[in-house]
């Protein structure tokens, strides 16, 4: 009980600022689960992708969405996957249908890339069954080319995924988040007090991630024994992509459900990746305990042109915070706040991002249990987000999000969705429409958006501001959209990009408040 009444005192402590006012989307995330079944994949669902997919220059929204069980497919109309036209002045036109986006599996995640390098975005599904890729065809609407691909032949429950290009060679190569070994068949009942609810991750078998090499001409070669993952078991929920040990090639951390982390440092130039979680210490916080890692994201919040990690876990476990030393990570999740912060939350999508325009990278959390809402201790369960603001680099709580609702929040993204200069959020949550957070906008800081599309691109505005290009954010989804830089009071800066293979570009004193692309030299 005292720890009830220190939380809702620093709730109330928080100032009151500008409302964040949620906007619903026309669909419901669909779990399967009922009051006497549920089967641990019913609280996993919620991945969401941002990207253009038309090219008309807005950003749309694709939400995945869950289905029946036993079977793990879509057997309903409100089962199908949702993809949002965005129409401009936030108003969105569900074009599910005859984009072809419906989708028959149960799902998790999403990740868009242009693996064809044709100049349109296209999406891979990670769901029960294994992934869907969907190739763009440029004109609204889009094929499943999976087999075509040879990506149809793993079944196993994927939870995320992401589009990297692991060795440099100019085209876009994926990885495959496992989770464990589930099956219908030989799923058990758990209780928790006194009512079913789902099961510990103890109880089910880790597994191996994939690794598929792009071969070109839209086919894909699994590499992964080759690349060393199947030596490397874990309980994957999502990823985070950068080059964090500085050698210029794409590396992977991954969080791992109550097993120790992993950490995927790219060696022989790609074709090779060694596991050093340990040896760069986030393999688990200081406790040496390994949390419920969930959602993750990689960015540079401390200014030091090197990406740190952030992770989502549950209550007690905080959202650990670790800080890029250039040959190791320094976990900071105490002196920043975080630990204070967090302790009493469960999170899920977790990402950096500037929400105020200050140039400091805040952090944005999709909250709430993984246990069921109905089940013993479900009426904890459901917790509103959060953003944790950078103030000299510690956090404190983001003013405007009081009253934000409660809900079984999972997938998180921002982006800048209707070209104010400041960045919108969007959320999904379990049984519940997907909300969109807009950003009021309220201050006059002036900012910069910097549409570079590469995974593995680094950007540099200004002398001390880094952003990463990725294609996986937050838990299980995917942002492909301008990288946003808030600037304060700056009336101009300066923007340098270097790619993947070193060719980089430098733009001096930059007009603000705009979007401005920057192509591949």
Same mark, same amino acid.
């Given at each position: 009980m005292r720890f009830l009444v220190t939380l809702t005192l620093s709730y109330a402590l928080a100032a009151p600022g500008p409302v964040w006012t949620p906007q619903a989307l026309p669909m419901v995330l669909k779990t399967g689960e009922t009051?006497?079944?549920? =089967?641990? =994949?019913? %609280?996993?669902?919620?991945?969401?992708?941002?990207?253009?997919?038309?090219?008309?220059? !807005?950003?749309?929204?694709?939400?995945?969405?869950? #289905?029946?069980?036993?079977?793990?497919?879509?057997? &309903?109309?409100?089962?199908?996957?949702?993809?949002? &036209?965005?129409?401009?002045?936030?108003?969105?036109?569900d074009v599910t249908t005859s984009a072809g986006l419906s989708g028959t599996d149960y799902s998790f995640g999403a990740t868009a890339g242009d693996f064809d390098a044709d100049g349109h975005t296209d999406l891979l599904v990670s769901g029960l069954h294994g992934v869907t890729l969907y190739r763009n065809r440029g004109n609204g609407t889009f094929a499943d080319v999976?087999? !075509?691909?040879?990506?149809?032949?793993?079944?196993?429950?994927? @939870?995320?995924?992401?589009? /990297?290009?692991?060795?440099?060679? #100019?085209?876009?190569?994926?990885?495959?988040?496992?989770?464990?070994?589930?099956?219908a068949n030989t799923e058990r009942k758990c209780i928790v007090d006194g009512k079913p609810d789902f099961c510990h991750p103890r109880h089910?078998?880790? %597994?191996?991630?994939?690794?598929?090499?792009? !071969?070109?001409? #839209?086919?894909?070669?699994?590499?992964?024994?080759?690349?060393?993952?199947?030596?490397?078991?874990?309980?994957?929920?999502?990823?985070?992509?950068?080059?964090?040990?500085?050698?210029?090639?794409?590396?992977? /951390?991954?969080?791992? +459900?109550?097993? /120790?982390?992993?950490?995927?440092?790219?060696?022989?130039?790609?074709? &090779?990746?060694?596991?050093?979680?340990? @040896?760069?210490?986030?393999?688990?916080?200081?406790?040496?305990? =390994? =949390?419920?890692?969930?959602?993750?994201?990689? !960015? +540079?919040?401390?200014? +030091? #042109?090197r990406p740190d990690i952030i992770y989502s876990a549950l209550r007690d476990e905080t959202f650990p915070l670790y800080r890029n030393t250039g040959s190791s990570f320094e976990e900071v999740t105490a002196p920043t706040r975080l630990n204070v912060l967090s302790r009493l939350m469960a999170g899920w999508g977790i990402l950096f991002s500037d929400l105020d325009n200050d140039g400091e990278q805040d952090i944005l959390v999709a909250r709430s249990d993984a246990l069921s809402v109905s089940g013993g201790r479900g009426q904890a369960a459901k917790e509103p987000p959060s953003w944790f603001r950078q103030i000299d680099g510690r956090f404190e709580n983001g003013s405007g999000w009081e009253a934000l609702p409660r809900a079984m929040w999972r997938g998180a993204a921002a982006a800048d969705l209707n070209k104010d200069g400041c960045l919108d959020v969007v959320l999904t949550a379990l049984e519940a429409s997907p909300k969109i957070l807009r950003n009021p906008c309220t201050g006059p800081a002036r900012w910069l958006a910097v549409d570079v599309q590469t995974p593995g691109a680094r950007i540099r505005v200004g002398n001390s501001q880094w952003r990463f290009v990725s294609s996986a954010s937050g838990y299980s989804s995917s942002i492909v959209a301008p990288q946003h830089f808030g600037l304060g009071d700056e009336k101009s800066t300066d923007v340098e990009v270097i790619w993947p293979g070193g060719a980089t570009k430098l733009l001096k004193t930059v007009p603000v408040n705009r979007i401005i692309q920057v192509p591949r030299p």
């Open positions: 009051l006497t079944n549920k =089967p641990l =994949p019913a %609280t996993m669902p919620g991945g969401l992708a941002i990207f253009d997919f038309d090219c008309d220059g !807005q950003l749309d929204l694709f939400f995945t969405n869950g #289905g029946d069980f036993p079977s793990g497919r879509k057997l &309903r109309p409100d089962h199908a996957n949702r993809l949002f &036209r965005n129409l401009g002045a936030m108003r969105f036109a999976t087999r !075509q691909a040879g990506l149809a032949a793993d079944t196993r429950w994927a @939870a995320a995924a992401a589009w /990297f290009d692991k060795d440099n060679d #100019g085209d876009l190569d994926l990885v495959v988040i496992h989770y464990v070994a589930w099956d089910y078998a880790a %597994t191996t991630h994939s690794l598929y090499e792009n !071969q070109g001409k #839209g086919v894909f070669a699994d590499v992964s024994e080759a690349a060393g993952f199947n030596a490397h078991p874990g309980k994957g929920m999502s990823v985070a992509l950068a080059d964090f040990d500085g050698d210029g090639f794409t590396d992977l /951390f991954i969080p791992n +459900d109550r097993v /120790f982390n992993q950490l995927f440092l790219s060696r022989n130039q790609g074709k &090779r990746f060694e596991e050093s979680a340990f @040896a760069w210490g986030v393999a688990a916080p200081l406790d040496g305990n =390994p =949390p419920s890692s969930m959602g993750t994201d990689a !960015q +540079d919040f401390d200014h +030091d #042109g």
